[in-house]
């Protein structure tokens, strides 16, 4: 008990607690107070240190760059006037361009093989009306000879975009559109016709198990199918061509008709309209051709002035010498003094030309980015968009004929009606159906197509047919569209016949995910693009290009088109047909969203890049994205043979707008944007002075030794793929 009371009375007495008193308080409150001011004094003043020293910093920084600045200023006309010797090659590549051209045209004039040249009108009309007047040609003689048609649209083609806008007068374009669609319209006339020969002879070739005659010609450039109904039983109304997958389901009005069926496919399209001759950008060249015409005219009439003035002055001079020498030294005076009279005019003369070339050359390479700012045209409901679409796998023209009349022996002879009027459509279904319900009596024909084997469709393909009225593709009047990828077969129920295309997204490779270019042996080298579904490998060396190896959805397939060298121009058409375009057009941007740069930074750094090429690698960089439309950003290093074991290659990135280069801090995995140029790095006004800091000697001379028509071959294909903008 005593115990206890003991600990009550401590606890008791150590729970009391001390009174603070008003003075106690006061004065606390004042150390904090003082405490407080002290540490915010101590805070502003190591703020001020830090902003003086911060503000120090940016001084010399500023400091630095205005000497970065200045000494860019400074020699900036003196390496301006480096890249426009190096930059000469374009010109160079142009005139040899020409020269090709005009060899091209004497080769064919002194092979003397009876064709015509598709450049010279009265040859060209003169083999039209020719083969307009030869008469009763078979089907094998028709294809034998659209070999030669073929070639002589194709070659026309080219004409029209190889040949520079400026080199390419209105009269000329009208000429070799008009004689495109003059070969292209006595070709189908000519299928016509040799068609019509062999529905007269179709009784002699019946098939002796159905009794219907069935006919299947296959070209490299067409494939012929043809089935004349001369049983005309109810009951056959599926019809399959023999080995193949291609065939029809007829309805049975059909199966009880007078008619046969044609499938021509030809693996081309001459059903497309031929794209607009004049376009805004054309205009504008032909202005710049207009413009440089003036200029080259005015630099000759100015030499053949200074010509004259000289002349007079030396006329002049040697009377005066006359009357003090002898006439032999007069004219061994006028001799030495003449020569270089004569020969710096000339000199002059060219030098002039070939800066007229290459500006002209340079504006044209820069109309080639400009972005339309509408579409052409105005669509009407269901038809394709040709600037968003593209045709694949050429046309299928589909027609349902009447069976013309049969040929019948007689006595050791084959006597045959010729109809005047020729061969001609059965329609299906009839213009007048009054007492019949149409959709029951005359139900769509379905259709089953295989597709082209060198064509590659990316998403399953849409199927489009030939509006003859509108001069258009249209969506309407198909229905059940059914593909099977791996059999490449199509299946779809058309109301009625008329030629139809399978058409695609010409877009769905863009925008690119990734891209790089890389040096391989000398003047030549590998373009890699890299998409959402595909993996293109391009290798260039001088004035051509081929497909190295192409990737689908990370597996390697098989083309036609590899190890095939063409001219980049043929090169750009030939991926287009096979379905692997990466080549915007004007139209492009309106359909992808892409990272904007303005044209003449494009290219600048284009030009830039191709002339480096054979020395240096570019690649894509992430941070091409982040910066504005007069800027881009890809990443760059030295690239010799010798270092292509180097495992991680160390790339140096760059930032270009045109008129001034600069090595960025920052790299690619980095995690924010800087514009900071990279420490002991300068500024330049070219892509070739910047890297010329920090490449070796041996890589520089590799630059200054490539050839000319490589660089402009590479620079076409860097035009043409866009890879700075979309990216």
């Known amino acids: 008990m005593l115990t206890f009371l003991t600990v009550v009375t401590f606890v008791k007495s150590g729970s009391k607690k001390k009174k603070i008193t008003k003075a106690d308080r006061l004065r606390q409150l004042q150390e904090e107070e003082e405490k407080r001011q002290k540490e915010e004094e101590e805070a502003r003043v190591k703020y001020e240190k830090e902003e003086m020293e911060r ?15 200045a000494k860019d200023l400074e020699r900036r006309n003196e390496e301006l006037e480096e890249l426009y010797l190096l930059e000469a090659c374009f010109p160079e590549a142009e005139k040899l361009k020409r020269d090709d051209r005009f060899l091209s045209q004497w080769k064919h004039y002194i092979q003397c093989d009876g064709s015509p040249d598709p450049s010279i009108a009265q040859e060209m009309n003169t083999f039209i009306t020719l083969w307009k007047e030869e008469t009763n040609e078979t089907l094998e003689e028709v294809i034998e000879k659209s070999k030669l048609v073929l070639n002589l649209i194709e070659k026309l083609k080219l004409i029209l975009l190889e040949t520079p806008p400026y080199d390419l007068q209105r009269k000329n374009i009208i000429q070799y559109q008009g004689s495109i669609l003059e070969l292209q319209e006595l070709l189908h006339l000519k299928f016509n016709r040799a068609t019509e020969i062999l529905l007269r002879q179709a009784s002699t070739l019946a098939d002796l198990d159905s009794g219907n005659m069935e006919k299947v010609i296959q070209d490299e450039n067409v494939t012929l199918y043809i089935w004349a109904n001369l049983k005309k039983n109810p009951r056959h109304r599926s019809i399959r061509f023999s080995e193949t997958q ?3 389901e007829i309805p049975r009005i059909l199966a009880t008709s007078d008619i046969a069926l044609r499938l021509l496919h ?11 001759v004049l376009t805004p950008s054309q205009e504008h060249v032909s202005l710049v051709t207009d413009f440089v015409k003036e200029e080259v005219k005015s630099v000759q009439t100015a030499v053949s002035k200074d010509l004259q003035e000289e002349n007079k002055q030396q006329e002049n001079e040697s009377n005066s010498v006359h009357e003090e020498e002898t006439k032999a030294e007069e004219q061994g005076d006028v001799e030495e003094q003449m020569c270089p009279v004569q020969e710096e005019p000339e000199i002059t003369k060219y030098e002039m030309e070939m800066k007229l070339l290459s500006e002209t050359v340079s504006a044209a390479q820069e109309l080639l980015l400009e972005n339309a700012c509408e579409k052409p045209y105005f669509l009407e409901e269901d038809e394709v968009d040709l600037c968003q679409f593209t045709t694949l796998g050429g046309v299928y023209h589909l027609d349902i004929l009447e069976l ?5 022996p007689m006595k050791g002879w084959m006597i045959v009606e010729i109809l005047k009027e020729g061969l001609q459509k059965y329609t299906y279904p009839p213009e ?23 064509v590659i469709f990316f998403e399953n393909p849409m199927v489009a047919r030939w509006d003859a009225e509108g001069k258009h593709w249209k969506t309407d009047g198909i229905s059940n569209v059914s593909y099977k990828s791996e059999e490449r077969l199509i299946t779809f129920n058309l109301e009625t016949f008329c030629p139809v295309t399978l058409i695609q997204d010409a877009h769905i490779n863009m925008p690119f995910q990734s891209w790089e270019l890389i040096p391989l042996d000398v003047n030549k080298v590998l373009l890699t693009v890299t998409t959402v579904f595909t993996e293109l490998q391009i290798q260039i060396k001088e004035n051509l290009c081929m497909l190295a190896s192409i990737k689908v959805n990370n597996k390697k397939h098989s083309s036609i088109l590899e190890e095939k060298w063409m001219t980049p121009v043929s090169f750009i058409i030939a991926l287009k047909n096979a379905g692997l375009n990466i080549f915007p057009t004007g139209h492009s941007h309106l359909y992808v969203v892409i990272n904007y740069k303005h044209p003449s930074v494009e290219v600048k750094a284009y030009r830039q890049m191709a002339l480096l090429s054979s020395a ?5 960089s992430k941070w091409n994205t982040v910066c504005d439309s007069k800027k881009t950003i890809f990443q760059v290093r030295e690239h010799l043979l010798k270092d292509e074991s180097i495992q991680n290659p160390n790339w140096t990135l760059l930032m270009f707008s045109g008129d001034r280069a600069q090595s960025l801090k920052i790299s690619e995995s980095s995690d924010a944007f800087s514009e900071v140029l990279k420490e002991e790095t300068e500024f330049h006004s070219t892509l070739y002075h910047m890297v010329k800091d920090f490449a070796s000697q041996e890589a520089m001379r590799e630059v200054r ?8 071959s590479v620079c076409h294909m860097l035009l043409s793929t866009r890879l700075l903008s979309y990216s």
């Open 55 to 69: 503000l120090e910093i940016q001084r010399i920084e500023n400091e630095k760059l205005q000497k970065l600045e």
């Open 266 to 276: 030809t693996h081309y399209d001459h059903v497309t309209p031929l794209s607009p």
């Open 705 to 712: 030794r490539s050839n000319c028509q490589f660089v402009d």
């Open 432 to 454: 007048t159906t009054e007492d019949l319900e149409t959709e029951n009596v005359f139900p769509p024909i379905e259709v089953m197509l295989e597709v082209h084997e060198n």
């Open 404 to 408: 013309p009349p049969q040929c019948k």
């Open 246 to 248: 291609t065939g029809f």
């Open 616 to 620: 240096f690698a570019f690649c894509w």
